[in-house]
Structures are given as structure tokens and as C-alpha cells.
């Protein structure tokens, strides 16, 4: 008899990402936004940081030998859907998730290229941008850089367009460019695939800064995937989650801003 648990088991998927103390960004906003989704995730540490909501005073990668033990020991026990990618933080934890993904060529992987703290302080060290596009962004199927990241991973390209088209030459199947840190009134995330551009989507921009936003938006593309979406529609689902997460952002700390990845479940709490 088959055992009836496995027919409503969520989709597993593997988060390879930091861990921020504060909560706000890395592994943290990846399981609340993943687990509210529906998703069980299952996180890989790829590195320790000290950061405050403010910014990043120092961080630590794991040993790239001890990151691979982690996340055989997960894929040959669990039905992983989706990998995503946060902080990789050093050359030799990005070969390591390379060797790692070759094995897994069919799962979606998400990349978020985090490259530095949301108070602009470095999560990168060493000739980091050049592994991430020479051995990650082949094996991806959506990376959703800010412009920032976009333009630091594609350095000689003069537009946002122009670094889309590089990263997808590079072999990336989709390019999310978020917009948040420009100076447009609204902001406005495109999506590129398949060498083409497919569609922008505006929101308003909402006062204050925001800690964490990009490892939501990421997790929740990948929780869409998991769940089977096409890549379009997992991106458009993910940014209503992600704006609705940031109109629901709390002060906890004295820096920036914490989206809540729970508000679905706390606005009956509210009086």
C-alpha cells in the first residue's frame, strides 16, 4: 500500500543561501516566504554574517566541502523541486554548488545574485562575480538581479536591456531585473526570456528602505516553480506576494525596514 502522507506533501525546495541574524534577509525571509507558499524548504548554509538592520559588518562562508555534505545529505533522502540560490559568498562555495547542480540538470534553479547587504556593506569577496557567471549563471533558469547587481555582473553592457541580453548568451534561460534601486517614481521590474523581452510590471514605490525584499522575491519565484507554474506566471504571482510582504513591513530594528512575510496570517492579529 502506498502511504497516503506522500499524496499531500508540499513541494520540497533546497535554499542555498546566508544566514542573516536579524531575520530580514537570507535563510530567514527564504523558509517564511517558501512555508507560506506551501512549500517546505530545505536550507543549505552557505555562509555566517554579522549584519544589523543597517548593514553588514562581516560575514563567514562555510567550509565549500561541508556545503556539498549538506545538501547531498538532503537530495538523497528528499524529492527536491527547485533549487534557489542566495549569498554564495566565495569562488570555491560557487564551484561547489556548480558541481552540485550538474547532477540535477532537469530542476529549476533560481538564482538571486546576492552581492552585497541591503545597506549597500559587501557579501562578496575575491573574483566572486566572475564564478557566478562562468559556472552558475549557464545552469540557471531565472536569476532576478536589482539593477545594481545587474550592472556589476555585466560591466562592459550600457543599459539594463544590454545586460539581460548578456546574461541570457551567458546561458540564462530568464532574466528578473528589479528596479527598486533606480530613481524612477514607480518601480519597474522586466522580465526577459529566450532572448526576448517579455513584459515589465510597475508598482508604486513605497517610502522607506526595505531589508530583505530580494531573498522574498527570489523564494517565492522558486515556490511558484515548485508548484509547477511556467515561468511568467510564477514571476507576476511572486511580486504580488513580494509587494504585499513590503506593504506589510514592520520597523524592528533601527535601520531598514522588515517585509512581513506572514502577513497573510497576522491581519486578523491587528486592532
Known amino acids: 500500500m502506498s502511504d497516503p502522507s506522500l499524496h499531500n506533501a508540499p513541494p520540497i525546495v533546497m535554499v542555498l543561501a546566508g544566514h542573516d541574524p536579524t531575520g530580514g534577509a537570507g535563510i530567514q525571509a527564504d523558509i517564511e516566504t517558501l512555508t507560506s507558499l506551501g512549500c517546505h524548504p530545505c536550507t543549505v548554509i552557505t555562509a555566517l554574517t554579522a549584519q544589523d538592520t543597517q548593514n553588514v559588518k562581516d560575514f563567514q ?9 549538506q545538501a547531498r545529505a538532503v537530495l538523497e533522502d528528499m524529492p527536491v523541486a527547485a533549487f534557489k540560490i542566495g549569498m554564495t559568498a566565495s569562488v570555491e562555495i560557487v ?34 562575480v566572475e564564478a557566478l557567471m562562468d559556472l552558475l549563471v549557464p545552469l540557471t533558469t531565472v536569476i532576478t538581479p536589482n539593477s545594481v547587481e545587474a550592472r556589476r555582473l555585466c560591466e ?50 513605497l517610502p522607506g ?27 507576476r504571482d511572486a511580486q504580488a ?25 497576522n491581519q486578523g492579529n491587528h486592532h
Open 241 to 265: 506576494y513580494t509587494a504585499r510582504t513590503v506593504a506589510h513591513a514592520r520597523r524592528l530594528g533601527m535601520g531598514q525596514l522588515i517585509p512581513n512575510r506572514l502577513a497573510w496570517c
Open 156 to 205: 562592459d553592457a550600457d543599459s539594463l536591456e544590454a545586460c539581460a541580453q548578456q546574461l541570457m548568451a551567458q546561458g540564462a534561460e530568464y532574466v528578473f531585473i528589479t528596479g527598486g534601486h533606480e530613481s524612477s517614481p514607480d518601480i519597474v521590474n522586466r522580465l526577459w526570456g529566450h532572448r526576448q523581452f517579455i513584459s515589465e510590471y510597475c508598482q508604486p514605490r
Open 61 to 69: 562562508p562555510v567550509p565549500a566541502t561541508f556545503l556539498i555534505e
Open 209 to 235: 528602505e526595505f531589508h530583505g525584499t530580494g531573498c522574498t522575491l527570489a523564494s517565492a519565484v522558486a515556490g511558484y516553480l515548485a508548484h509547477g507554474a511556467a515561468v511568467p506566471t510564477a514571476v
Open 95 to 128: 564551484e561547489a554548488i556548480h558541481t552540485l547542480l550538474r547532477d540535477y540538470p532537469t530542476l529549476p534553479v533560481i538564482l538571486d545574485p546576492v552581492l552585497a547587504g541591503g545597506g549597500g556593506g559587501s557579501l562578496a569577496r575575491g573574483h566572486l
